[in-house]
């Protein structure tokens, strides 16, 4: 079943970003479907039935790309884009707690990656576990054909 409301999408605006949840749920946040100047529709549901919930913007930053980390929270990874080539990204998290209908999804903002540190048009996002409890979170981009793009696989570790 369609989302309530993602029929208001714009082309290639949609859904950007999806994830399971901790609880097996499905969380989808779209790209730039405002519910007002500081949100973004996503919603929470099964595949059958969803629940629309409002996702906060942190602007200029729109969501791209979430994952489900090993602790039941979620990383969400967010770019900007100024024409003709400034880019720059964050992460956030989102709490597992705070995934509750009716109540706008907050994050947390755990890094931010601007020039003079690598900077791509990152749009995916992952995250697993790995030796000693320590969780690596994955971003990668792609060059969407354009030689002034990279195509770019980072890993990073999530400190405590």
Known sequence: ????????????LGIEAATETADKKILLIAEDLATSRAFTFAWLGNGAEWTPMAYTLFPPYKPTGAALLPNGDIVVVERRFTPPSDVGSRIARIPRRSLRPGAPIQTT?????????????????????????????????DNNFSDKQRNLLLMFELLP
């Open 1 to 12: 079943m369609t989302p309530p409301g993602l029929e208001r999408a714009r082309s290639n």
């Open 109 to 141: 903002q755990i890094a931010r990656i601007e020039k003079p540190f690598v900077t791509e048009n990152f749009e995916a996002i992952a995250a697993r576990s790995a030796g000693r409890g320590q969780t690596l979170i994955y971003l990668a981009s």
